[in-house]
């Protein structure tokens, strides 16, 4: 999260409004966080595993239901501050649609765990998911 912060901090508010600096914000956004992804599956596969377990636990056992729900508001509190500090439409909404990405391409890499990461489907997911929060067609 500290290079998406750091890489960010490179872009005002002003310049985002330029379409040519907002494509290649998206595009280093998604190459980091496609970086992130593929690092938590290379370096924290377990843990990744455990939160997947622990998320489908909380389905069947509603003593679990506050906990996981706390777990994902923490998430998306992180994720909606960075929404909100580089100016998404709908920053809750927006943070809600990036955590689903990420869940996502970490859902499926974990089952597919022999297969070699897929950049760049996992960049164009990204891309397109960023796009979409910073309503760029």
Not at 4 to 15: P, V
Not at 98 to 105: D, S
Request: proline share 1%; hydrophobic share 45%; aromatic share 10%.
């Amino acid at each position: 999260w500290i290079q998406i912060y750091q890489f960010t901090a490179q872009y005002s508010g002003d310049a985002l409004k330029d379409e040519k600096e907002r494509a290649e914000f998206l595009a280093g956004m998604a190459k980091l966080a496609a970086n992130f992804v593929e690092a938590q599956l290379q370096q924290h596969r377990e843990h990744l595993l455990a939160e997947q377990a622990f998320m489908q636990a909380a389905i069947l056992d509603e003593r679990l239901r506050d906990q996981a729900e706390n777990f994902r508001q923490k998430i998306r509190e992180g994720l909606m501050a960075f929404c909100t500090m580089v100016g998404t439409i709908d920053p809750p909404m927006d943070a809600e649609l990036i955590h689903e990405a990420f869940l996502q391409l970490e859902y499926e890499h974990l089952i597919r765990k022999d297969q070699a990461f897929d950049r760049d489907r996992a960049e164009r997911v990204l891309a397109h998911r960023f796009r979409l929060v910073f309503g760029v067609g």
